[in-house]
């Protein structure tokens, strides 16, 4: 089961702001008015205590956090963890990212509506978008094609608007840990526009071959494991109301079936690219 932790958020923090208001502005005055006190043997005492509800305690004491946690995660930073190793090499299974949210405009949680156009991906970003076929799915990829791009891949090679990507041989993949299964693999050098990459490339699975017009408002994107990737290639374009943010640095490793240690420390703090 996945969890719009956006809505939830949203809605713990109208909850326990609304529950704030509500007896700030209508029950604590009640309760002055009518000498609420803590217990009955303090009827009488100079200084009355207010007794306060203990859900209205808890609801003033999260409100901030909700909502701090709330702006953070909308407007400026999210993390998430990568589950699968579709952007190998360049992303491992384990590793735990964080999204800028505002590289492509602010928007509205939730309803993912662009209020503030800031700005959009950039041939080469890495973006972490709905997967249109189940938007409650976070995926992540890189883009290739913008709008209006013709994207065609033929005999493993990336062609864009009928010129070949450049792509040169970078020895053979040894993968690790949950990545192990990739060993063997090719590792090739991309040049996407400004972008320098590597990715990975099995020379005996078989290769898809389109050719696409990327339409107005759509990206095509694809997995760095290019032969281990459901991508654009396969169910389509991503619409840019679905773009969620530009992955930008791994926090943390974190990969349990890695002999060497369950934390690669060398990769906390590495920027994506």
Same mark, same amino acid.
């Given at each position: 089961?996945?969890? +719009?932790?956006?809505?939830?958020?949203?809605?713990?923090?109208?909850?326990?702001?609304? %529950?704030?208001?509500?007896?700030a502005w209508l029950m604590a005055p009640r309760?002055?008015?009518? $000498?609420?006190?803590e217990s009955p043997a303090e009827r009488g005492t100079a200084t009355p205590v207010r007794r306060e509800p203990l859900?209205?305690?808890?609801?003033?004491?999260? !409100?901030?956090?909700?909502?701090?946690?709330?702006?953070?995660?909308?407007?400026?930073?999210?993390? !998430?963890?990568?589950?699968?190793?579709s952007m190998m090499?360049?992303?491992?299974? $384990? +590793? !735990?990212?964080?999204? =800028?949210?505002?590289?492509?405009?602010?928007?509205?949680?939730?309803?993912?509506?662009?209020?503030?156009?800031?700005?959009?991906?950039d041939r080469g970003d890495i973006v972490v978008f709905r997967y249109p076929l189940d938007t409650s799915?976070?995926?992540?990829?890189?883009?290739? $094609?913008l709008p209006g791009d013709r994207i065609a891949y033929r005999s493993k090679g990336l062609y864009v =608007? $009928?010129?070949?990507?450049?792509?040169?041989?970078?020895?053979?993949?040894?993968?690790?840990?949950a990545g192990a299964s990739q060993t063997g693999d090719a590792v090739r050098t991309e040049y996407?526009?400004?972008?320098?990459?590597?990715?990975?490339?099995?020379?005996?699975?078989?290769?898809?071959?389109?050719?696409e017009i990327v339409p107005e408002g759509h990206y095509f994107v694809m997995g760095d494991n290019r032969d281990n990737s459901r991508d654009s290639?396969?169910?389509?374009?991503?619409? +840019?109301?679905?773009? %969620?943010?530009?992955a930008f640095m791994i926090w943390m490793n974190f990969d349990l079936s890695n002999e060497n240690g369950i934390i690669d420390w060398q990769r906390l703090g590495q920027s994506i690219q």
């Amino acid at each position: 089961m996945n969890i +719009d932790f956006a809505l939830l958020l949203v809605l713990l923090t109208a909850a326990s702001g609304a %529950i704030w208001a509500f007896d700030a502005w209508l029950m604590a005055p009640r309760r002055r008015a009518a $000498g609420a006190f803590e217990s009955p043997a303090e009827r009488g005492t100079a200084t009355p205590v207010r007794r306060e509800p203990l859900f209205v305690d808890y609801a003033r004491s999260f !409100f901030p956090i909700f909502l701090i946690v709330l702006l953070l995660r909308s407007f400026l930073i999210e993390p !998430f963890r990568i589950p699968s190793a579709s952007m190998m090499p360049t992303l491992l299974i $384990g +590793d !735990f990212i964080l999204v =800028n949210k505002y590289r492509y405009g602010l928007r509205l949680p939730v309803v993912n509506s662009r209020v503030v156009d800031i700005g959009s991906p950039d041939r080469g970003d890495i973006v972490v978008f709905r997967y249109p076929l189940d938007t409650s799915v976070p995926f992540i990829k890189r883009v290739v $094609g913008l709008p209006g791009d013709r994207i065609a891949y033929r005999s493993k090679g990336l062609y864009v =608007n $009928g010129r070949a990507v450049k792509q040169e041989a970078a020895g053979e993949y040894l993968g690790v840990g949950a990545g192990a299964s990739q060993t063997g693999d090719a590792v090739r050098t991309e040049y996407l526009g400004a972008a320098r990459h590597r990715i990975l490339i099995n020379p005996d699975a078989p290769s898809v071959a389109l050719e696409e017009i990327v339409p107005e408002g759509h990206y095509f994107v694809m997995g760095d494991n290019r032969d281990n990737s459901r991508d654009s290639r396969y169910w389509g374009f991503v619409p +840019d109301q679905n773009l %969620i943010g530009k992955a930008f640095m791994i926090w943390m490793n974190f990969d349990l079936s890695n002999e060497n240690g369950i934390i690669d420390w060398q990769r906390l703090g590495q920027s994506i690219q």
